[in-house]
């Protein structure tokens, strides 16, 4: 895959992921108290169980695919055997991915793009609910609310990904494509700073999501096209799985420790003062990652 494939295609391809979380939120609305949770439960059962078929016959049809397109060679003869070397123990996956990550200072701008973005994804989202349960009449208008924002928020992704994603990752470049998010979820920040009602909260989620699960994962993903084979596959898992987890636990202490100290449900607007910091340095890195990642495929294409 190519840089400008990446920017054709992520669009294209992100959008099946997000059409099913814009179907299955607004089938939720539609429904409202008509399906038990027992009801869904099963539904989500049998889709479940769909999927698992799927993958099992879509994997099936990749290994013909892969013996059709690559046949058995003619025998021939067997060279001699090299001398055995010492055995090498093999390097842990964990540490390799980090060591791969840590010498690189654009894998490190990847890291910090995740890691910010966990952040201040987390504390949005404590802001936005506990906005929902402060103002919502009783728990059945709590469910009501979020059902509506997340259906909003899904068929917005939708939208985005279908109309947007690759338009902008080819007229503004991935570091472009990179910057949506940041900026919107400033704004939706600094709104509910100034004025802490429940639309305006409710604006977070969207401002957050319908952006993540469409323009920005696909340009995050592109951000890996122009690395090696080992930085995609070690350096990304050890992104994926640990700093995602380690920033996650970090918005969870901050959000914790704020309302734990400020008992109130003002002090939740308070949390978009450390959003706003982090976005700040998130849109510094964005601008970095956007130039380095343009270098790197323009020295590939010379």
Known sequence: MTSDGAKRLYGVVG???VVGGAFASSVRVAAGSSV????????????AGAIVVLALLAGKRVDRARAVAEPEPESAPEPEAPEPEAARPAANPATEGARLVFSSRYLLAIVGIVGMYEIVSTIMDFQFSSAVVHYAADGAAVGRHFDIVFAFTNNAAMVVQLFLTSFVMQRFNVGGALLVLP????AASLAFLALPILW?????????NAFSYSINQSAREALYVPTTRDEKYKAKAFIDMLVQRVAKGVA?????GVTTVFTEFGAVRWLSLVTGAILLGWVATVRYAGRRFEELTRDETT
Request: hydrophobic share 60%.
């Open 15 to 17: 959008f099946g992921g």
């Open 36 to 47: 038990s949770t027992t009801g869904w439960l099963l539904i989500l059962t049998g889709v």
């Open 183 to 186: 900026v919107a979820a400033l």
């Open 200 to 208: 305006v909260a409710s604006a977070l989620n969207p401002a957050d």
């Open 252 to 256: 969870i202490f901050i959000s914790l």
